[in-house]
T-cell receptor, first 109, second 114 residues
Framework: GQNIDQPTEMTATEGAIVQINCTYQ??????LFWYQQHAGEAPTFLSY??LDGLEEKGRFSSFLSRSKGYSYLLLKELQMKDSASYLC??????????WGAGTKLIIKP | IAGITQAPTSQILAAGRRMTLRCTQD?????MYWYRQDLGLGLRLIHY???????GKGEVPDGYSVSRANTDDFPLTLASAVPSQTSVYFC?????????????FGPGTRLTVL
């Protein structure tokens, strides 16, 4: 079966750095997405990785290792507004997105 | 309209009733999707449409139907609602199906079936 694992919840301090991990086992791989979802709102796109390595976009970076079935989202200089759920999703061999359950990130002052 | 809209925002429905959730996008995207989101579970694909006139089944299609008569609209119908269909429903669209095309999501419909 297809499976995407992420921690259920993480806590970090304002101004710090946090790394949210995602491991996946899917039928085929055509890319990995990270989305942000604030409570009661719709998911919004953060990043896309299809090749191994690090993609940096401002305070957010996303890393992919296809051989390990592993990705992480790195958030730097955390702000209170970063409190949200972070969803990992893999595009499988049928080009359908398979979603993880999400990681709820709590930022404390 | 800017982006994707969904209606209603929320609804309480008696079991056995028929309900249609509406979704409209003005971005001229070819592909559209319906997901449900339940606590502790990832988004699960119900139905999708790669282009107007075509639809396909996702991971959890039973009890739901869709149509795609034109590019902009993608309604989701529950023929006879059951309590297990209580969920938050998101409609999404992308330029094309597959590839790196990010999906844009509507604000969601919170449905409670009693």
């Amino acid at each position: 079966g297809q499976n995407i694992d992420q921690p259920t919840e993480m806590t970090a301090t304002e101004g710090a750095i946090v790394q949210i991990n995602c491991t996946y086992q899917t039928s085929g791989f055509n890319g990995l997405f990270w989305y942000q979802q604030h409570a009661g709102e719709a998911p919004t796109f953060l990043s896309y990785n299809v090749l191994d390595g690090l993609e940096e976009k401002g305070r957010f970076s996303s890393f992919l290792s296809r051989s390990k079935g592993y990705s992480y989202l790195l958030l730097k200089e955390l702000q209170m507004k970063d409190s949200a759920s972070y969803l990992c999703a893999v595009l499988d061999s049928n080009y359908q997105l398979i979603w993880g359950a999400g990681t709820k990130l709590i930022i404390k002052p | 309209i800017a982006g994707i809209t969904q209606a209603p925002t929320s609804q309480i429905l008696a079991a056995g009733r028929r309900m249609t959730l509406r979704c409209t996008q003005d971005m001229r995207h070819n592909a559209m999707y319906w997901y449900r989101q339940d606590l502790g579970l990832g988004l699960r694909l119900i139905h999708y449409s790669n282009t107007a006139g075509t639809t396909g089944k996702g991971e959890v299609p039973d009890g739901y139907s869709v149509s795609r008569a034109n590019t902009d609209d993608f309604p989701l119908t529950l023929a006879s609602a059951v309590p297990s269909q209580t969920s938050v429903y998101f409609c999404a669209s992308s330029v094309l199906s597959g590839s790196r095309n990010e999906q844009f999501f509507g604000p969601g419909t919170r449905l409670t079936v009693l």
